[in-house]
């Protein structure tokens, strides 16, 4: 018996940039495309209201992500604003084994760790129009004290300096736009 044909893989997309620039609503557009897929991260943080164990994250205490950091369980990891939030080698697998593109939500400590351990991927830097957006845009989720806000957009600074660890970088002023942008990387034209 011959084995059937092979499925070509997937290629790695990994999206980063500062809280609220949109990567969420970024990826969530690309996701509306079956030839994208997102690899379920796993996080300590709580649930967010309809954020789903398994689907949205995985949702882990913080002794389980300690454990399974240490069985070399994740691909990358980082500790964000007292959070553990890792990408599961597994998942990432799952999907590229499908042929779908992976999409990788990450911030940009993970987009550096990815890259020390020489991680093959299309990396793209997410950015606001303006600081100012920015700052509008933290304020609008309401999900922050103002204390939070503040340390959220000087850690932005910080990260949005980090352009040497990206291939491509797309400002978010126009939702859609910015998602086009990002899928044609792969090959992919959301019309």
């Not at 018996?1 to 970024?26: D, E, F, H, I, N």
């Not at 943080?45 to 309809?50: D, E, F, K, L, Q």
């Not at 002023?173 to 992919?188: F, I, S």
Request: hydrophobic share 40%; glycine share 8%.
């Amino acid at each position: 018996m011959t084995p059937g044909p092979t499925v070509p893989r997937g290629r790695l997309l990994v999206l980063s940039g500062p809280s609220g620039v949109g990567k969420t609503a970024v990826a969530d557009r690309l996701l509306k495309d079956p030839r994208i897929a997102r690899a379920v991260t796993a996080t300590t943080r709580a649930p967010r209201t309809g954020e789903r164990d398994g689907v949205d994250y995985l949702f882990l205490a913080v002794d389980e992500f300690r454990l399974r950091l240490a069985a070399g369980w994740f691909l990358e990891h980082a500790d964000v604003y007292g959070r553990l939030y890792g990408t599961p080698k597994s998942s990432v697998e799952d999907v590229l084994a499908s042929g779908r593109h992976c999409l990788l939500v990450v911030d940009v400590q993970g987009v550096a760790t990815l890259r020390a351990a020489g991680t093959t991927a299309t990396y793209i830097l997410l950015e606001p129009p303006s600081r100012a957006e920015l700052e509008r845009r933290l304020k609008a989720r309401g999900s922050d004290d103002l204390a939070s806000q503040q340390r959220r957009l000087e850690e932005a600074a910080r990260e949005l300096a980090r352009t040497d660890l990206f291939e491509l970088r797309v400002v978010n002023d126009d939702l859609d736009d910015a998602a086009r942008t990002v899928a044609a990387t792969v090959g992919v034209d959301l019309r």
